[in-house]
Structure formats: C-alpha cells, structure tokens
C-alpha cells in the first residue's frame, strides 16, 4: 500500500509533503467561547491528524463582519492568534504541516451575528436561506449591496487575516471560494447583479476574487496560498443552473494560471437534482485538469480506492478527505496497514464538545487522547 501513489511525496514550491492525503477543511463549531478563539480541545484535535500530508483549517472568519456561523473561530484578534498559535505549535512538533483556511459569509451571514446591522452581499439580495446564529436557526435577510468603501475594508481584512496567519505559524492560506463565501457570491450570476467593475462581465465577477490574491501575495508568497472551488453547483440558487456554475469556475481556473498558486482545491460535489451517474459523467477533474496547469488537490466521496485511481489517472496530485478524517485521526496509518475505518457521526460535525471530536480511536492506543 505504502508504494501506491498516495504515498508519494510532493513539494509545493519550498514545502514538501510527505504523502497526498490531506485533511480537507471542516467547521466543527468547537470554539464556544465569546471570543471565537480556538481552543486547547482543537490543538489536541489537529494534534491528533498531523500524519496528514497537508490539514487544511476549518474556515475561519477574517474579521468580526465576516462572521455567518456559531462557535467558528477567527483571526482577526491577538486572542485568536494564540489559540492558533498553540495549533499550529503542536502541529509542527508531530511533523505536520497545517494551512489556515480564510473565510467570510457574506450574505449569508445575519444581524444575530453583527450586532443588527445587514450583512453585506455583491448585490441586496435575499438567498432565501437559513442562517445558524446563538438565537438558532433564522431565516436570511436581505443583505446590504457592498459599496466600493466596502470592498476596499474587506480586502483590507483579508490581508490583515493573511498576516495574522503568518504570525500564528501557518504554512499558508487557503481562500475559500465555494458557498457558502462571499468570493463565491461575488461570481454567482443570481447572486451579483452589479453593474460596476465588479459585476455583469466574467471579468468583473472575477475581479474581486482576484484582488483578494493579489492582496494576501503581499503576504505570502503565491507557493503558500491555495484556493478552494466548487464547480458544480453545491447549492442552487433560481437563475443559475450547473452549467453557468461550471462556465464560472472554468473561467476562474483559467484566471488562477497567472498564479503560482500551491495548489487550487477543487471539490466535486452532490449537484441538486443531477443522478450521481450523470455527475460522475461530468469528468470534472479531467476537464479541469485540461484547464488549470498548477497542482491540484481533488475531494469530494473519496475513498482509498477512488483516490489512488485518480492520482493513476492523472487527473490530481493530491486528495483531500474530509469526513474520513473527522473520524479517523490516523487516517495515513489506517490507508497504509489497509485497515478499518471508524464511522463518523454526523450528530456531533458541527455541534457538541470532546465527543465526536477528539475520542475517535486511533490504531495505536498510546495516540489516544496522547
Ligand atoms: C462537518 C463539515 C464541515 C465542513 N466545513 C467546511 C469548511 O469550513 N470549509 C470548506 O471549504 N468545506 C467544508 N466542508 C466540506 C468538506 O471540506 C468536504 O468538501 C466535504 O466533506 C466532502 O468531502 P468528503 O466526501 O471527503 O467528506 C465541511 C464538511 C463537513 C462534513
């Protein structure tokens, strides 16, 4: 097994990965407290999965209006810096390497969660959603279209993410850019209906994704930034079908080559009212392969098998496994001996506190709770 091609290490630019399974980012609602800031719990709980070639970070808020969900961290305050601080300590003591995934929920955030004042959107327009605040489940409102000042703030808040990133010891940035992110509202043709140099044109629903990169490569150099999609529609809104999604994506893809990015996420997820036939159909990673010159990091169902006949096929570098690894902590270990996997339980993903956490077993006994 340890010879199959998921055990082969990769550099992206100066940092080497020892093998291409990584942890893909997962919001695991763990940092109850009124600060938002991350916990010894999920020191423990990255600790715990630093055998992984690469973890990506839950998404985490990149300033106080970013915030669109309950118990995520942040890293916007000095708090916040040191909880991550201590994660990314424990990470590189156990030889792991860990990306910090910046996030910012844009519309689909709530006034619960912004002391009654309207999220922001590219455009005032209701997703017609739910929303998951401390007063429960609301539904959304309709959002405040950015104005340029706005924009202006928000690049600001993502460069001053990115150097908190720095300061807390990360390896680098992922930009999430799927729902539920405000960089993907920003190229929803139902959701951006501006009619300035952000909206209307291909060009122009990929401006601000691309200032946003251009604003943290004052920080990082591109080799340490990855940026997360969804091609496929994971989330449907009326007035966009799949096919304008995967245009969008296409075009962003080709955009993302000026970059020497460390690798661009790709994720290829259940579509709304498509069989898991005719997605499967859809060749996503082999089209995007055709488009995007740069490393790529697939996910989305995979499996030992899946993931090593893709890396064969050609089609990806590496492979992001999310649920899996919410439940496996020695997932390498596990892939390597071909042994069993524990099941994960969806009850605890987003809600709950050590169990369903950090009490997933490991094959060695002395890792457990180590
Ligand atoms: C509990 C949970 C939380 C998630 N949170 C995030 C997140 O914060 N950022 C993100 O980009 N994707 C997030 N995802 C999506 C996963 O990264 C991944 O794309 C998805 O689970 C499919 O991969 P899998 O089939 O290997 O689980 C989350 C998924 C789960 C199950």
Do not use: C
């Amino acid at each position: 097994m340890s010879s199959s091609p998921l055990f082969q290490s990769i550099s992206l630019g100066s940092l080497t990965l020892p093998n291409r399974i990584a942890m893909a980012p997962m919001t695991r609602g763990r940092s109850k407290n009124p600060g938002i800031v991350p916990t010894e719990m999920q020191a423990l709980y990255y600790g715990q999965r630093a055998s992984a070639g690469l973890i990506i970070s839950e998404g985490t808020w990149i300033s106080k209006e970013a915030i669109g969900f309950i118990n995520v961290p942040g890293i916007f305050s000095e708090a916040q810096v040191e909880g991550w601080r201590a994660i990314t300590e424990i990470v590189h003591q156990k030889e792991g390497r860990i990306f910090l995934q910046l996030g910012h929920a844009g519309l689909l955030s709530h006034p619960h969660h912004l002391d009654g004042e309207l999220p922001l959107g590219p455009s005032s327009i209701n997703p017609l959603t739910k929303s998951y605040t401390a007063q429960g489940v609301q539904d959304t409102v309709t959002p405040r279209e950015m104005s340029l000042e706005d924009i202006q703030r928000t690049l600001s808040d993502y460069r001053n993410a990115a150097q908190n990133a720095k300061d807390a010891g990360f390896d680098g940035i992922e930009l999430h850019v799927q729902h539920p992110s405000i960089l993907s509202q920003f190229l929803s043709n139902a959701l951006n209906k501006r009619t300035d140099q952000y909206g209307g044109t291909m060009e122009n629903k990929t401006r601000f994704l691309l200032e946003v990169l251009d604003t943290v490569m004052t920080v990082w150099h591109s080799k340490r930034i990855s940026v997360r999609i969804t091609p496929n529609l994971s989330y449907s809104q009326p007035g966009e079908t799949p096919d304008d999604s995967e245009n969008t994506y296409r075009f962003v893809a080709q955009q993302l080559n000026k970059y020497d990015l460390a690798f661009l996420h790709i994720v290829d997820r259940p579509e709304p009212g498509i069989s898991p036939e005719a997605q499967k159909d859809r060749k996503l990673f082999e089209n995007f392969r055709k488009i995007y010159k740069g490393t790529i990091m697939a996910n989305g169902g995979f499996t030992l098998e899946k993931a090593n006949q893709l890396l064969e096929d050609g089609y990806a570098d590496i492979i992001s496994f999310g649920t899996l690894y919410i439940s496996n902590p020695d997932l390498v270990e596990r892939f390597r001996t071909n042994a069993n996997l524990n099941d994960a339980d969806p009850a605890t993903f987003f809600v709950g506190d050590d169990n369903g956490y950090i009490d997933y077993p490991s094959l060695s006994l002395n890792e457990h709770y180590a």
